[in-house]
């Protein structure tokens, strides 16, 4: 594909400042490409607020940060109409939602009504605010972030909520050599804070998602994808399996990694691929599932392992 040129050179500034984590930057720039919205699982000091802002700079995208508090209100996120006297009318005073990538730090630890507030922002980029109705940017991109320890005080996602999130992403510690090579740029940086420089222009940008959107994908793909979402349903340790809409997900996800690879078609090791960042977070387990220690990923894992993979 011609245009794996620039997705390779979006990379490769992603991982310039964020070192030691490709996965994370893989799946984010698969999400960016499918259109959707990221949640970053981890706990403090893995870069995920870094790796989000990286993102912003090199796609030339406006960036906005909200550090989500007990006493956030939804206001505070999307803008309020404000009387002007001199007037007599009413100026819509705009809130951080109003950017291209918005940063939800520490989504889980603010009240669900404000949690909700981004709902309308994420699936239908718009926000209404006082009946009107405001459109977003075309590129508009959450990338929100949770710390899964600390989970005293907090709000846990509702699951409409989590469904609007194309996927979860676990990021982890980095290995030996990843956190070696981490403190070597930040020596060679004298302890600045690492800067990313545009490399897409908007043309590019566009061009791209629309060219993952069309992406070709045989039908035995798609019976594929089906069966993956229809197994979580009738998984003995799943409450709750996958809905069509996940089944939709799995499918885009898997369409922007092809065109990430530099292919025009899907195959199946592409939906393998995207298959736990995508389904992780959809998943309800039975109460004895959790009591024993397993996990949606375990069961994602079994999964896979199972399912007839089409030739």
Known sequence: MSDASPLSRLLDALGSAVVGQPRVLTDLVTAFLARGHVLLEGVPGVAKTLTARSMAGALGLSFSRVQFTPDLMPADILGTNVFQPQTQTFRLIKGPVFTEVLVADEINRTPPKTQAALLEAMEERQVTIDGASHALPPHFFVVATQNPLELEGTYPLPEAQLDRFLMRVRVG????????????????????PPQVS?????????????RAARVACDDSILQY?????????????VRLGASPRAAQALLAAAKARAALRGTDFVTPDDVKDVTPSVLNHRLLLKAEAEVEGVTADDVLKQMLERVRVPR
């Open 225 to 237: 994808v089906v069966q993956l979402v229809r197994d979580t349903r009738a998984h003995p340790r």
């Open 173 to 192: 510690y980095p290995d030996g050599d990843g956190e070696t090579a981490l403190l070597r740029a930040f020596h060679q940086r004298e302890g600045r």
């Open 198 to 210: 545009r490399v897409l222009d908007e043309a590019t940008l566009t061009g791209l998602q629309d």
